[in-house]
């Protein structure tokens, strides 16, 4: 489903612009033609940084999907916003980001070429990007998702399983692991190493930094190091990871 006041851009360039941005505490200029030319770029724009549904899903998914992205043709992901480069760094930080480009589109000029530029007066927020996701390919763009017209700020179509659905309909998605560990400790070392073996990325939270020995035992119910947890569901230490890949 599209929104039928806005005009779908398959087969049509990108607009040629230019985007003023802070890079290490020095202005830059990025264009259009750097992020675009002879590369295969998903895009996604949102309304704003900061906002709830594009802090709590749209952003993360992109990020978390990144390299089955790039496995699949991908070489860049970039997420654009109506918001200027300070803003965008500070949601950068923020955010788990590191494998997304974030655009600052801060006078809407790239927006407004694609049509997109839409009025959000009420919230206070003046001129924002419609929500939507595009995959470009040499500066051409091959396909477009646009949210539907509704009320509020839909998010069905623009997201990125729908995007990797598209590209690539045979992709396998990661399952999110995550290992519960503490310093020093020769099993949480073997049970990363497993993990490494079978090329499985997870999330380390270390007794101490992000987890207590409290936290170890309320999450997985039992008191030795490290705790695996792949897909949501509890594998166990070392031993049990290892049994699991048998």
Request: proline share 7%; aromatic share 10%; net charge negative.
């Amino acid at each position: 489903m599209s929104n039928p006041n806005f005009e779908n851009k398959e087969g049509q360039a990108v607009p040629s612009c230019t985007f003023p941005a802070r890079v290490n505490d020095e202005w830059v200029k990025v264009s259009t033609d750097e992020l675009f030319k002879g590369k295969t770029v998903v895009v996604f724009s949102l309304p704003g940084a900061f906002t709830p549904t594009c802090s709590s899903t749209h952003l993360p998914r992109y990020n978390e999907l990144a390299n089955v992205f790039k496995a699949n043709g991908v070489d860049e992901i970039v997420c654009m916003s109506v918001n200027d480069t300070f803003v965008m760094n500070a949601w950068a930080e923020d955010q788990e980001s590191d494998n997304v480009t974030l655009i600052p589109d801060g006078n809407g000029e790239f927006t407004d070429g694609m049509g997109l530029l839409v009025d959000k007066a009420d919230l206070g927020f003046g001129k924002r990007s419609w929500r939507y996701s595009m995959l470009v390919k040499d500066g051409i763009v091959d396909k477009m998702f646009i949210e539907p017209d509704l009320p509020g700020d839909p998010f069905e179509v623009s997201d990125a399983d729908t995007m990797l659905e598209y590209i690539a309909p045979s992709a396998v998605k990661p399952e999110p692991v995550a290992v519960l560990t503490k310093p020093g400790c020769p099993f949480c070392a073997k049970a990363k190493n497993l993990l490494d073996e079978k090329g499985l990325a997870y999330e380390e939270f270390v007794m101490g930094r992000e987890i207590s020995f409290t936290g170890l035992k309320a999450l997985s119910g039992n008191e030795s190091w490290p705790q695996v947890f792949i897909g949501g569901k509890l594998i166990g230490g070392s031993d049990d990871l290892e049994a699991y890949f048998a």
